[in-house]
């Protein structure tokens, strides 16, 4: 059974960073697919950032040139790491992951596999 487990969220003041974890286990695809999702109160979900296996990455253009996302095979564990935050960065953040044969970005229908979430909250 495929579980995917997100760390690493907290409070940050506006301009701070902060380090994002997903661990996965019970999934350990030669071909994959990984990203991480974000949804505020009230709003809809938004795809944030993506990783294939080759490590090709996408981005949402609101992150672009603050978040990085990465990946370490050997620990099957995903990353987000988030610099320059901002207060409209606050949501609950999860880590999403398919290998279907599809280009691999943050299209939320893409994935079949969802960790429970971490909050973040950055405040001005």
């Known amino acids: 059974q495929v579980q995917l487990v997100e760390s690493g969220g907290g409070s940050v003041q506006a301009g701070g960073s902060l380090r994002l974890s997903c661990t996965a286990s019970g999934y350990s695809y030669s071909r994959h697919c990984m990203g991480w999702f974000r949804q505020a109160p009230g709003k809809e979900r938004e795809g944030v950032a993506g990783i294939s296996s080759g490590g090709s990455t996408t981005y949402a253009d609101s992150v672009k040139g603050r978040f990085t996302i990465s990946h370490d095979n050997a620990k099957n564990t995903l990353y987000l790491q988030m610099n320059s935050l901002k207060p409209e960065d606050t949501a609950m953040y999860y880590c999403?992951?398919?290998?279907?044969?599809?280009?691999?970005?943050?299209?939320?229908?893409?994935?079949?596999?969802w960790g429970q979430g971490t909050q973040v909250t950055v405040s001005s």
């Open positions: 999403a992951a398919h290998s279907r044969w599809l280009f691999c970005r943050p299209r939320g229908t893409d994935f079949d596999y």
